[in-house]
């Protein structure tokens, strides 16, 4: 089954989701024919996103959950990564980017006991 959405006032692109039980997004068309694929794994999370590209260098980015459904990694197709850590109410803590772009750099986030942002080292 295929839907079409309307993004911004000029794109159109188009949504193809399985078939099954759970209807899931596994291939996004945007009105160039740019092309976006989508895994997901058991629970519907999206596990990868492979951009498809005219000269088969297809781009794959992985991602990676903890057992509350919060992204810890962003694999890129560059071999970087993004890597991050929840506390124990899945609030961000500590965002770690690819080295590439701020070698030895992590930003840590510290919350009161109102789960409230109160500063970003």
Known sequence: ??????????RVIQFSESKGSESLIFKV???LGNIT??????????????AVLTNDDN????????????IT???LPTGNEHLFEFNAVDKE???????IALPNHKAERFYDLDKRLTRIV
């Open 73 to 75: 990694g962003i694999n």
């Open 1 to 10: 089954m295929a839907t079409s959405g309307l993004v911004s006032r000029i």
């Open 37 to 50: 694929n989508l895994t997901n794994d058991l629970i519907g999370r999206v596990t990868q996103k492979e």
């Open 93 to 99: 803590t500590v965002y770690v980017p690819p080295s």
């Open 59 to 70: 781009q794959l980015i992985d991602f990676i959950y903890d057992g509350n459904s919060n």
């Open 29 to 31: 068309t945007d009105a």
